[in-house]
């Protein structure tokens, strides 16, 4: 059995002879007959209201068949948390680059050179850009009727207070009381670009009908219909949604981007209408990460014990809520890490500043918690005279214990992870690493857990005439490798070859509900859905089995190669093809196997924790991972380079290896471009560098060669085969761990990212410690 | 915007006719002419590489360079690159060196120009010869892996 099993191995992606000849069809690579291209008109101001606008010569222009502004939307607001956003901007301005009109040609050249034309005009507001100026008495108001928008929870929110929310554990003061040694600092992490290196883009086309069909870049077809109708006031059922191949999200691509837009040019204009993003208009007016300013206080015991922590977090949401509340909610989840600390209250405000939105990206909020909580274990492990790993080990959560809130945890192997990457890394050595002169070196620890998430998931196995199958789940691989994943695990459970299975492109006329690819869930819970729709395929193929062969359901038994049988009996069975024609001509009826389900653990048991203004009432399961890296510093210019790495992660059970390998890597790669060299930076109110040229990321010299991943199997209860997710938690604490080297090589203990080179030297030459 | 001249490309051993602005570049008419998108817009400033495609055999940003300027060159795209290019792909599939493949055409037209001329190009030399490539997905350790194990094939 095990040696046939499809579970575990570095199967090649199904779709990778298409990416490897140019065949994968991306977005902006589909065409239909009669296309317009789209551009948009942007706003010059970070905060205005719309007076006016002329749109005469851009009507006038060569080509032009379409200009819409504000005024032909109507007054629909969408949100993944909060309905605070129209398609396109309304009455109001919230940052440079909104979208203020979009128009349709019958070529792009055509298209961009007609929004030159647009004249709008607009009466200037005071611009809010820093979360501070947002909080402060007589602060001009970003959304004066926040308190009237539809919220999908109890918001805390009011003034440009989008969202606020606590989380209490125990009993702070008597924490305090109890610790021998407070440490206490505040952490600032910059906004970060996703990058995906495919700008976001949509196309759409309406049928005789009226009824629209929508293209687009997107990590879930369901979140798009879902945005689009609401901010268009369509009904679902007139929107059908598919996607093309993408080339990779990261978060950027989980809620609408430009689709709303494209899909009302479509209507306006009677022809299909596709517009992509130029890389400047994906950094100027999709989403990124949100820049935190995180206060961690920890009290321990002198034996490193910890015994209290309070966390206070003040985010910049930028012009729209997006996922921000639920990215402000994780992040304080997250801020006790995978750790015993019996008193602990986190704490944190997300304000809205004339910037483009942040949203959700890779960690969602993990990252920049982490980059504060996991330094500071180093700071206190350095003041109580402890080996870093040791006083985590300490400290750990174990396989009984509870995640913050209350959440029991069904499997946990963070044990295994440090010790992993203790021994790979020669931790115990670490002393003996030899620098190159005018260098300092060291290795940098850090730990983290992250969910595998969340809602609602469904998957549907149909076997075909031929006892081929078709499995049908409407998640979105974006990159990261789930149709091969999910056809494996399809494969598996019913014991016939991974080409017996193909995989439907995601679509919301015919897929099952498919929350999005996101939270690092696709393979825990789609995974899920598809063994249990299988099961459901194997049941039904007995049932005929049993008729034909005249025994007991429970003496049958599938065998390799889409064959069922009677156990023990080698000459007694039918192939698939001969069940699925009996089901599909003669009796019973098409053999489909369907199951849908939602994720229902609560995160907070109210017995154990209080939580206000918490987004999301159940979150997901735990997966656990350690990171060692060596890093080294030039004394005389501050670049830090590192040159090995070794990250690893429980992710229950891994179905593909590969695959596995392949998230933990991207992931600290985009990690090490967050901890040392990416930053989105205004100018004023204006993005200075949207640009791939001023906005850098990590190339295959910086990225160090010598990164190993390892991969811990601690098997979730639920999980299919015992997975949990992976796509996310190997960048939680990169930044972490390599400020923990550069603390570890230089005495400098580095609060800020990105760690440039500046920043690494001003603080060796403060500290004296520079050669 | 200055009218379309006629000029003839060959592309993947194919002699095509196109109609091209002097202005237009190679990307543009490749994707929306001959609709040979293998060759990405990423970034369309020359900095990511996914538009890459070889001319007389070196790599060159297709989203910077003008049609016209190619007139009696050999254009090769990942639709029609063999040889080296076909070692590279069994390489990149065996070694998992793709995730969402946007960056794929770029890097094995690179790889194979790069191999080309340093046939068993060593970890460090891969690494400088796709630094111009940008991928986001992988952290490139097994697009190196995969390349060198091409060049391994070539020592032996």
């Keep these: ?771 | 915007m200055s009218a379309r001249q006629t000029l003839v490309l060959r592309v993947n051993d194919t002699e095509h006719e196109v109609r091209a602005a002097l202005h237009d570049t190679l990307l543009t008419v490749l994707r929306d002419q001959l609709q040979l998108t293998g060759a990405k817009r990423g970034c369309n400033h020359g900095v990511c590489g996914a538009c890459t495609v070889l001319v007389d055999g070196r790599p060159v940003r297709a989203c910077l360079t003008l049609a016209h300027t190619c007139r009696s060159a050999a254009i090769t795209t990942i639709e029609g690159a063999r040889g080296i290019a076909d070692r590279l792909r069994e390489a990149f599939e065996q070694a998992g060196a793709v995730q969402c493949g946007f960056c794929s055409s770029g890097m094995v037209l690179t790889a194979s120009a790069l191999l080309a001329a340093r046939p068993a190009a060593s970890v460090e030399e891969i690494r400088a010869g796709l630094s111009g490539n940008l991928c986001r997905c992988t952290g490139y350790r097994k697009i190196v892996d995969a390349v060198r194990a091409v060049a391994q094939g070539a020592e032996r």
């Design chain 1, 1 to 771: 059995m095990s040696d046939q099993s499809l579970i575990g191995r570095s199967l090649p992606r199904v779709e990778i002879r298409e990416k490897l000849t140019g065949r994968a069809q991306y977005i902006a690579d589909l065409y239909r007959p009669g296309m317009l291209h789209g551009a948009l008109v942007g706003s010059p101001h970070p905060h205005a209201r719309i007076v006016s606008y002329d749109v005469r010569a851009a009507r006038a222009a060569p080509g032009v068949r379409c200009v819409l502004t504000g005024e032909d939307f109507g007054d629909h607001r969408m949100g993944a948390f909060i309905k605070d956003e129209h398609a396109i901007a309304k009455g109001k301005v919230r940052y440079v680059g909104e979208p203020v009109v979009a128009i349709a040609a019958e070529t792009e050249a055509q298209a961009r050179a007609a929004a030159l034309l647009v004249e709008v005009r607009y009466e200037e507001l005071p611009a809010i850009l820093a979360p501070e100026d947002a909080l402060a008495p007589g602060a001009a108001i970003i959304h004066e009727e926040l308190a009237s928008y539809f919220k999908v929870f109890e918001a805390v929110c009011g003034g440009n207070v989008c969202s606020s929310t606590e989380l209490a554990e125990g009993d702070l003061e008597r924490g305090w009381r109890e610790s021998d040694l407070v440490v206490e600092h505040e952490y600032r992490t910059a906004p970060q670009a996703h990058v995906s290196l495919e700008p976001c883009g949509a196309l759409a086309e309406v049928d005789a009908a009226g009824r629209v069909t929508l293209w687009s870049a997107n990590q879930s077809v369901f979140r798009v219909q879902a945005s689009v109708c609401e901010s268009l006031g369509l009904p679902m059922s007139r929107l059908r949604c598919l996607t093309p191949r993408v080339g990779a999200g990261f978060g950027n691509k989980m809620e609408a981007h430009i689709q709303p837009i494209v899909v009302k040019l479509a209507l306006a204009a009677g022809r299909p209408v596709k517009l992509v993003l130029s890389r400047e208009e994906d950094f100027e007016i999709v989403r990124a990460r949100h820049p935190f300013k995180v206060r961690v206080k920890t009290g321990v015991k002198k034996d490193g014990t910890f015994v209290a922590r309070d966390v206070e977090v003040l985010a910049d949401g930028g012009a729209y809520a997006d996922d921000s509340p639920g990215v402000l909610g994780y992040s304080l989840l997250m801020a006790r890490g995978p750790y015993r600390i019996p008193h602990t209250r986190c704490r944190g405000t997300l304000v809205y500043t004339n910037k483009l939105r942040f949203g959700a990206f890779r960690g969602f909020g993990n990252p920049q918690v982490s980059f504060g909580t996991e330094t500071q274990i180093d700071e206190i492990a350095a003041r109580l005279g402890i080996d870093p790993v040791a006083i985590r080990r300490k400290n750990a959560l174990g396989p009984d214990d509870r995640w913050f809130g209350g959440q029991q945890l069904g499997s946990n192997g963070l044990a295994e992870c440090i010790e992993v990457a203790e021994r790979e890394s020669k931790w115990k050595d670490r002393a003996q690493l030899a620098a190159a002169p005018g260098k300092r070196r060291a290795l940098g620890f850090a730990c983290t857990a992250h969910i595998s998430g969340l809602l609602g998931t469904g998957a549907i196995v149909r076997l075909l005439e031929d006892g081929s199958v078709v499995l049908n789940t409407g998640a979105v691989d974006i990159g990261q490798g789930s149709d091969t994943i999910l056809t494996q695990i399809c494969a598996d459970a019913l014991k016939i070859p991974l080409d017996r299975v193909s995989i439907a492109s995601p679509d919301t006329d015919g897929s099952p509900y498919n929350w999005g690819t996101t939270a690092s869930r696709v393979t825990y819970t789609t995974g899920r859905a598809v063994f249990a729709a299988a099961r459901e395929v194997e049941r039904q193929i007995k049932t005929h089995a049993a008729e034909l062969l005249e025994c007991a359901e429970a003496d049958l038994e599938l065998r390799p190669g889409g064959v069922v049988g009677i156990k023990g009996v080698p000459g007694k069975e039918l192939p698939f093809l001969a069940i699925s024609a009996r089901a599909h001509w003669r009796k019973g009826g098409p053999i489909i196997g369907t199951n849908s389900w939602v994720f229902d653990q609560p995160t907070v048991d109210p017995k154990r924790a209080v939580a206000v203004g918490l987004p999301f009432p159940q979150i997901g399961v735990y997966s656990f991972g350690a990171l060692c890296v060596d890093v080294e510093i030039d004394e005389t210019t501050g670049q830090i380079e590192v040159r090995r790495a070794w990250t690893v992660a429980d992710v229950g059970r891994a179905i593909n290896r590969g695959s596995v390998e392949g998230q933990l890597e991207g992931a600290f790669a985009q990690g090490l471009g967050f901890a040392l060299v990416e930053e989105m930076v205004w100018n004023g109110p204006r993005l200075a560098n949207p640009t791939l040229m001023d906005y850098k990321v990590p190339t295959s010299r910086e990225v160090p060669y010598e990164l190993h991943s390892y991969i811990v199997e601690s098997p979730d209860p639920d999980g299919p085969f015992g997975a949990k997710g992976v796509g996310e938690i190997g960048i939680n604490v990169v930044a972490a761990a390599i400020a923990n080297a550069v603390a570890a090589a230089t005495g400098v203990r580095l609060r800020q990212l990105p760690m440039t080179p500046e920043r690494v030297l001003r603080g060796m030459l403060a500290a004296g410690a520079s050669g």
